[in-house]
């Protein structure tokens, strides 16, 4: 069963690797992303504790609306996704290697994936019955899809940095902990509510953000862009592919 946390993982990361064609990242550097991101599950799990106990003292009702809006968007989403955007800001916003686009969503869908792995294995370790392969397969495609979002305005605010943009770089950051911020608090907001109507649009939810998703992220991946102050960072046989201006249409 624990496989089961690790090897959808592994699929997602290997796809995501695949399609890093223009220059691969260094191995040592995603290792150190899934491992730091695996760390933040720490911040996430006392964090977490400490919502639940203010929780306690001001929703009486668990199951009310009010409490599981809270629970999802603040001490679910943002702890979670604010903690992986710390650990992809420190360790790369100044590395070397990220010198084109995309590499945001590979160090992006790094850290998630650490992230999701302990998550799932916690998970799995706290609970059983039919209903646990569903949940982490759920939470793994999830974390990847907002980690998608958060690397595409992650790279485009490395991009505007590098073309002397500061203001249109800071607003590209906060884009990239905002929406995926959003997302997954919606995300896990239609789970926990358990009721028929949440269920159903969060299946159609699911559905349109999984096709936005993979088509942005092979259009990514094809129109790969050379971030500007960063071409001394290119080896001389990997400048096969080098677009133009990066794109900032939004999903």
Known sequence: MYALAVVPALVLFLIVWRYDTVEKEPVSLLLKLVFCGALTIVSAVLIGLFGDWIMHFCVDDRSSLIYIIIDSFIFTALVEEGGKFLVLKMITWKNKEFNYTFDGVVYAVCV????????????????????????????????????????????????????????????????????????????????????????????????????????????????????????????????????????????
């Open 112 to 251: 998630a994936l650490g992230f999701t792995v302990i998550e799932n294995v916690i998970y799995i370790f706290r609970n059983s019955g039919d209903n646990v392969i569903l949940r982490v397969i759920l939470m793994i495609v999830g974390h990847a899809l907002f980690a998608v979002f958060m690397g595409y305005y992650y790279g485009l605010a490395r991009y505007a940095k590098g073309a002397g943009k500061k203001k249109t770089s800071a607003l590209h950051l906060a884009e990239a902990v905002v929406v995926p911020i959003l997302m997954h608090g919606f995300y896990v907001f239609c789970l926990r509510t358990e009721k028929t109507v949440f269920l159903i649009i969060f299946a159609v939810y699911e559905i349109l953000i999984t096709v936005v998703t993979v088509r942005q992220f092979l259009k990514l991946s094809k129109n790969d862009t050379l971030i500007p102050g960063m071409e001394y960072t290119v080896s001389k046989d990997g400048d096969g592919k080098k677009g133009g201006a990066a794109d900032e249409s939004k999903m």
